[in-house]
């Protein structure tokens, strides 16, 4: 008879289970944990976002633009003058800009802007009114009068006392606000022709009163003679 060999289990523990690290791996796959799995799929990436270079590059263009425009309004123009709109509200600058007459531009720039535009022009005169916020107004018209006495008036009905004129540079000098007096009642065009014609059909002390008056009221009426006779020249 055969003899049939047993093995009988033994009571120790079983062997510690060694396993590599792509077993490891493989296992952690197999059992999917939602924190390990989170921080294995984040990535970061390490690329600045482009978005900040976008905006400087907006901001410089629209700079850029800003001071072109105060350039082009420069051209031809007879008057500029800085309005202080510290408070104004939407509604207001409408309302003033509406009372305007065509050939004035109501236009609001950064104090630095306008200082580019200006530089080396004969506007450079304008650079003690760079300070706080202006509006700045481009008169396009000999009728200064007509250009200046709308704000005024404006000024009044909202009773924006606070909000004066900061300056204004008219034939290359500087006017402080204090002084814009003297520019608002400048004859017009009309009153220069009056002038013009009572002193050559009147007697010679009123040619001489004529002579006699501010100097730059005498400007105006010489100018607008002389204007008066090219057309007439023109004319035949």
């Known amino acids: 008879m055969e003899a049939t060999l047993f093995t009988i289990p033994s009571s120790k523990p079983p062997p510690p289970l060694y396993l590599s690290s792509a077993d490891a791996f493989s296992l ?54 800085g309005i202080s709109y510290k408070g104004f509200t939407v509604k207001q600058f409408q309302d003033f800009r509406s009372q305007l007459p065509e050939t004035s531009k109501l236009l609001v720039a950064k104090n630095t802007l306008v200082l580019k535009a200006i530089e080396g022009t004969k506007w450079e005169s304008l650079k003690p009114c760079m300070k706080g916020m202006n509006a700045w107004l481009f008169v396009h018209s000999e009728e200064i009068p007509a250009a200046l006495k709308p704000y005024r008036a404006f000024q009044k009905e909202k009773k924006l006392e606070e909000n004066d004129f900061t300056g204004a540079v008219f034939e290359g000098k500087y006017y402080e606000p204090d002084e814009l007096k003297v520019l608002e009642n400048l004859p017009t065009r009309a009153e220069v022709y009056a002038q013009i014609l009572g002193s050559l059909k009147g007697p010679a002390s009123a040619v001489v009163g004529t002579i006699q008056a501010p100097a730059r009221d005498l400007i105006m009426v010489l100018k607008a003679y002389c204007k008066k006779l090219e057309e007439e020249s023109a004319g035949q």
């Open 28 to 81: 952690k796959s197999h059992f999917n944990n939602p924190f390990l799995g989170s921080i294995h799929r984040t990535k970061f990436s390490s690329k600045p976002s482009p978005l900040p270079r976008i905006r400087a590059a907006i901001s410089r263009t629209k700079k850029e633009e800003t001071v072109e425009k105060v350039k082009e309004e420069l051209q031809d123009c007879f008057l500029v003058a």
